[in-house]
């Protein structure tokens, strides 16, 4: 059967990463094809949109493999995790620092060496840090434009810039636009939304974020109404940027917004209060790390239904549920300095995780 | 078009083969190339495609039928093509690819270009290669040197036999 290339194309583009690698033995052309960056462009933006990855999550293991993640399923309409498979990541006792689009910057105990992790490619790159940042904040962009991922490491007065593309370093000094004559400002976890990584201040009542189209630090608008609580926190939510806040004194109670989709929508609308701290979203419901009933347990929450379930057998360590997604995007193999393979280990049947 | 004049217009179909298909209008223009054809009046006679064969052209009318037969339902709509496409082996959704192409039938195209990915999910190389016809232009050194970089995506993939 001979079909034509751009059909063939469009049914490579609806292949998992696992199949695209192994078919790039088929034949010279389909490794022209599957390395080509307008293939991998249009695959990831594939995943974007398409709804393959929605329940899928990268969960650190607690016991069996300390240093390992479990790549897990949120059946729908089911209390189930199904564990599908267990994935290395680069190091050992790994601290996840932040996440965008398949990507995961993940870094060792020292945080001086820090690894671009593609979980789905089981490829990674190290870099290392030619300064301090033991107490930076880190976000992942996605640069539309020139397709580019870069690194954001911030510190209180400069943050830093790595470039994939250019696989390099731009130190900057940090400016923006600020309301407080202070620029000691330190930020919570950094959040990859719309390839944007946003960042709330841990001490002050502001969110900023990297704009990787113009490579400026920027500061944005909140809702008005956040006059009685002392901090916001971000999550991604449906595709979204969340905030939440407790509200007041009150710590059981949280107000949520979410802001308009795309970079320069500013536009928040308040979604709820709820009496949970939400992780993110699977489908209409809301994860929720919990104390009860064990420690590091989780709970989802069905607003629709006002019904709480607990997964009793999944406890949730560090960083806890990493969104996956399947991408063929970095490290490419040009940059010479990639490791692969060596840190996959086959499937293991399912098995559930116990004290 | 015909449509306005209350009575359901009948095309004419030709196949490669030569067998005719009546359809309805309104089914056969979820074909943009026929409904082009439609809309330039060019659609009088009997309408001739070149590049479906008439077990292809039959198998895509039945699509059109049931699936316009099927009001603006999403789900249900998917859960038709998925029976739909069930019980198709592997050249018949070939063939139906590229008619689905040639028709310029977007619907058509994803559900069987999706479920030929679902089905190439778990084969071997060789078993692409012997479906889609495709001669192996590796040198021996060349194709153990990909093989090598990828070697953890051969894990769990269907052992090559000729099924």
Redesign the interface.
Known sequence: MDLPIEVIEIVLLKLSVKSLLRFKSVCKSWNILISDPVFVCKHHLRQLQSKDSENLFLLKNSKVNSYGFSLVKFEKNGRKIQTLQQVFGPYLWATVLCFCEGLILISDLSNENFALWNPSTRTHTIFHATFYCREAAFGICHDPITDDFKVVIVKSYDYSVYSCNNNSWTMLEKRYETKCSDYRVEYGLGVCVDGVSYWASTDELQIVYYDPRDDNFKILEKPEILIDTKSIHLVELMGCLGMYCYKGSDETSVRIWTKGKGIDNHSWNELSTWRIEPQCLVGNEIVIRTNEPKDDGLVVYNPCKNTFDAFEEIKVFGFGLVPYMETLFFPVEKSGRIITGEFGFPIEKPETMED | MAAETGTPTTLTLKSNDDELFSVAESAAILSVTIRNMVEDGCAGGVIPLDNVDGKTLASVITYMNGISAIPADEEKKKSYRDKFLSDKD??TL??M??AA?YLNMSCL?DAV??K???V??KKS?GW??R????????TPEE?AA??E?????????ETDDDN
């Open positions: 592997f050249e070939a063939d690819v590229l192409n195209m270009s999706a030929i990915a679902q190439m999910e190389v692409v290669r479906k889609f016809g495709i001669e192996n232009d590796y194709e990909v093989k970089e990828h070697k953890w995506t051969f894990e769990g993939v």
